[in-house]
């Protein structure tokens, strides 16, 4: 699942944009004032694949063990 | 079995070829306009192909792109970005580089090379069909009491050798061509290679009667004293420039620079894109459509008045006094409503209008100073900034005023009853028996004032039309 959000990333951050620019050019909303937006597609699909990523071990820290 | 590569490498072939052949097929498609207009919908349906074959290849179990769209796939979106964006910048009528004076010029293809055009003149009746077939230059077309068309003008043609220059100029006469009541001027500059660049400037007197159908690809529009309709479609106009016709006047163009229409008994009605408007004395209705980006001035239009520009929208029923609409500001005096106006971005100040006012603007101050005689139901809403209301001390009115965030400056005294909401405030309450007035803003002020003398006297429309 995790391989799969991280294979839609791409297309879902392609759509973004270019629905962005599209709203921009009909005069709707300016991109100067939409592009928070991106940043926020971004950070959900960030999210999306570490939720469904398996737990990493924790590194071995080395050392005597006390 | 093999691995499928992706698909949208082929989708966007398919889509390429279909595009250039439409090319092939009629060659007044632009590839550029398409551009301009339609790559953020590309880049949309890219995405949307990406996204249906990753959920394939997951639903197949097939192994997974590791990014739906690659480093390269990236760079293209880039340059199609970069692309698209700045083409549809240039194709605005109002864009720097026209600004700063830069235009493509005959300047850049040699020496210019002038030659007259000997006089063409044809009898007809009294209301001709002018047609002008599509060429770059000059049209100056009057009206006249004789029953003749007549035309005269001289050509320039920019090229590097006299030599050249002669033959582009007999390869392109100009021909009057008499059908019926139909009558078109054809200046062939089709005929020249797309390289040689040449502008035939037209004089043209017709029948006052005449009605003219004119094709440009650049250049300006002078018409004068005439009674039958006008129709301009084009290119890149420059100037387009009416005064004195007794019947209507359609423009729809790709790009004009300017558009001057005054003393106009018919209807006006301009699409496509463009940048100034000036109109003035109009005695039939005004639509705006499409994508007028300049400064639109209306001064005394009898009938109704409809504008749509890139972020307002208004309909007035009757302009007595004026409208102007720039970049960031609405400033309106004597309109007969109802008036309807929705806006962004924009300062709204409307000075002396009657009857009833619909008015939303997303951002902006609104400034009110209404008619007395004919106050009529106010319905204004702005998200934010602040709003003003200028009443006639003698004004009866029904008040229901609010801001979330913000303070109420209320000059009518007790009889408007003001409580705090919050952050916001209200103000509430009648006098005298009148029209209801619902003011909101989410983040701004209002003030209710009396207005000056001054200002009451100002208001006063010069003709007016109030019977709502």
Not at chain 2, 188 to 195: C, F
Not at chain 2, 411 to 414: E, K, W, Y
């Given at each position: 699942m995790a391989l799969f959000v991280q294979a839609i990333r791409g297309p879902i951050l392609l759509i973004t944009v270019g629905a962005l620019f599209a709203l921009h050019q009909a005069n709707i909303i300016e991109i100067s004032r939409s592009w928070p937006l991106i940043l926020i597609v971004v950070g959900v699909m960030k999210l999306m694949e570490r939720l469904f990523l398996p737990p990493v071990p924790p590194p071995f820290a080395g050392g005597p063990r006390p | 079995m093999r691995a499928r590569g992706p698909l949208s490498g082929p989708v966007v072939l398919i889509l390429v070829g279909i595009v250039f052949l439409i090319r092939a097929i009629s060659p007044n498609f632009r590839i550029t306009d398409l551009v301009a207009r339609f790559w953020p919908y590309g880049l949309i349906l890219w995405g949307v192909v990406a996204f249906i074959e990753v959920c394939i290849r997951f639903l197949r179990s097939a192994p997974l792109p590791r990014?739906?769209?690659s480093g390269g796939g990236w760079i293209a979106v880039m340059f199609l970005a970069i692309f698209g964006s700045s083409v549809f910048q240039f194709q605005r009528p109002d864009n720097w580089l026209r600004q700063v004076g830069f235009q493509s010029g005959i300047e850049a293809f040699g020496d210019e090379h002038q030659y007259p055009i000997e006089e063409i003149s044809r009898s007809t009746g009294t209301a001709p069909h002018i047609v002008f077939e599509d060429f770059r230059g000059d049209a100056k077309i009057s009206g006249t009491d004789a029953s003749v068309v007549t035309v005269t003008g001289q050509k320039t043609i920019g090229s590097f050798s006299p030599q050249d220059a002669d033959k582009a100029n007999t390869q392109s006469p100009v021909e009057v061509v008499t059908d019926g009541n139909t009558i078109t001027i054809r200046c062939?500059?089709?005929?020249?290679?797309?390289?040689t660049s040449i502008a035939t400037n037209l004089d043209v007197s017709v029948p006052k009667g005449a009605s003219v159908q004119a094709s440009l690809s650049h250049g300006n529009f002078d018409v004068s004293s005439l009674s039958g309709d006008i129709e301009l479609s084009g290119g890149s106009i420059e100037d387009v420039r009416l005064d004195d016709l007794s019947s209507g006047f359609k423009l729809d163009a790709r790009s004009t620079q300017s558009v001057h229409c005054s003393n106009v008994k018919g209807a006006i009605e301009l699409r496509g894109r463009g940048s100034d408007v000036e109109l003035e004395n109009i005695s039939g209705e005004v639509t705006i459509g499409g994508d007028y980006t300049g400064t639109i001035s209306l001064r005394a239009i009898a009938k109704p008045v409809h504008l749509e520009s890139m972020r307002t929208q208004l309909d007035a029923r009757q302009v007595n006094g004026y409208i102007r609409l720039e970049r960031g500001s609405l400033d309106a005096k004597n309109l007969v409503g109802p008036v309807k106006l929705s806006t962004r971005s924009t300062d709204v100040t409307l000075a002396g209008f009657t009857n009833a006012l619909d008015l939303q603007v997303d951002r902006g101050d609104v400034e009110l100073r209404p008619e007395s005689s004919a106050l009529g139901r106010m319905d204004v809403h702005t998200r934010s900034g602040n709003i003003e209301l200028a009443l006639p001390p003698s004004a009866k009115f029904a008040l229901n005023a609010g801001t979330e965030n913000g303070g109420i400056d209320n000059?009518?005294?007790?009889g408007l009853k003001e409580s705090s909401e919050g952050r916001g405030a209200r103000l509430e309450g009648s006098i005298g028996n009148g029209p209801d007035l619902n003011l909101v803003t989410q983040h701004g002020s209002i003030t209710v004032r009396k207005a000056s003398g001054e200002e009451t006297a100002e208001a006063q429309p010069s003709s007016g039309d109030s019977d709502h």
């Open positions: - | 990014n739906g769209v062939h500059q089709d005929r020249l290679s797309s390289r000059q009518f005294g007790d």
